[in-house]
């Protein structure tokens, strides 16, 4: 079982100075990858995402990598021109409207990043991918390991949710077994009282307990539990992408002891439908994080 967060890195130095891979994921529906890349680089996401998909199934994966430049790349000093010729001629329009002296800065228009900027010479950029290509490999490995450590501690919990889950279910049937007997006995004493020790038609009693019964029988909702609760343990222990298929059969069992409930009053079977979903509430939470 993996979990769908998780986080790793890697970095290098290269010809092209040193880069630097972050993987980030979190829980989604289905696979969401999103790559942040140098700006002269885009043409490289066609070439990774396949690396993502490779190794996650199911998720929301933020991957960001960056460069910094070597110390001893290239660098070249660009000037906008037409930009400080423009401002020039503001300048001096305006010196003469006001009737101001002197002459503008040099320095000044060259501290200004709108008028010059520092560049680095570079070489095409794609000379670069197949490091780039090696260091998002290392860093999703990095982040496979993160989300497995963390699957199973999500696996350890919900192993015991679905052990105490069965438990409820063995309850639920043992207690089911006794419902029709003590049901029979309370509407036995119910007439005695009401008939005041006069004859008891047994044949209308046999009858009535038998409506009754009938009412509170939950025999085929507790072995579609059973066989519920038998396939999401499987699940549970079971590799590979299983977040939805659990979270599809956490649904099921939990329509079961809502039916289960609605057709008992008997107070022992409401309080183990209860304590059984809030389990599955708590199962359900934990499967929101796997993959």
Request: aromatic fraction near 4%; include cysteine.
């Amino acid at each position: 079982m993996r979990s769908m967060t998780g986080f790793g890195q890697a970095a290098s130095e290269g010809r092209g100075g040193r880069y630097s891979v972050e993987v980030r994921g979190v829980n989604h529906r289905f696979l969401d990858v999103r790559l942040a890349v140098p700006r002269d680089s885009q043409s490289w996401e066609p070439e990774l995402k396949p690396l993502v998909a490779e190794m996650v199934e199911r998720g929301k994966v933020d991957v960001t990598i960056s460069r910094v430049a070597g110390a001893a790349a290239e660098k070249r000093v660009e000037v906008d021109e037409e930009l400080a010729k423009s401002a020039l001629q503001a300048w001096r329009k305006l010196q003469k409207g006001l009737g101001l002296a002197g002459e503008i800065d040099v320095g000044f228009l060259l501290s200004r990043s709108e008028f010059v900027r520092v560049t680095e010479a570079r070489a095409d950029p794609g000379d670069d991918l197949p490091q780039v290509r090696k260091l998002l490999a290392k860093a999703l490995r990095s982040f496979d390991k993160a989300r497995v450590r963390e699957g199973a501690a999500l696996q350890a919990d919900m192993k015991a949710r679905c052990t105490r889950l069965a438990g409820i279910e063995k309850d639920l049937r043992k207690r089911s077994a006794d419902i029709v007997p003590e049901l029979a006995a309370r509407l036995r004493g119910r007439l005695n009282k009401l008939l005041e020790g006069q004859q008891i038609d047994e044949q209308r009693l046999l009858q009535e307990t038998a409506v009754m019964a009938e009412r509170c029988d939950v025999h085929e909702e507790l072995v579609r539990l059973a066989s519920h609760l038998k396939r999401l343990a499987g699940l549970v222990r079971q590799k590979g992408s299983v977040g939805k298929p659990i979270d599809f059969l956490l649904q099921e069992v939990h329509r079961e002891l809502n039916t289960i409930a609605s057709k008992s009053s008997d107070v022992e079977v409401t309080r183990l439908t209860l304590d059984g979903r809030a389990e599955v509430e708590k199962l359900r939470e934990q499967t929101q994080n796997v993959e």
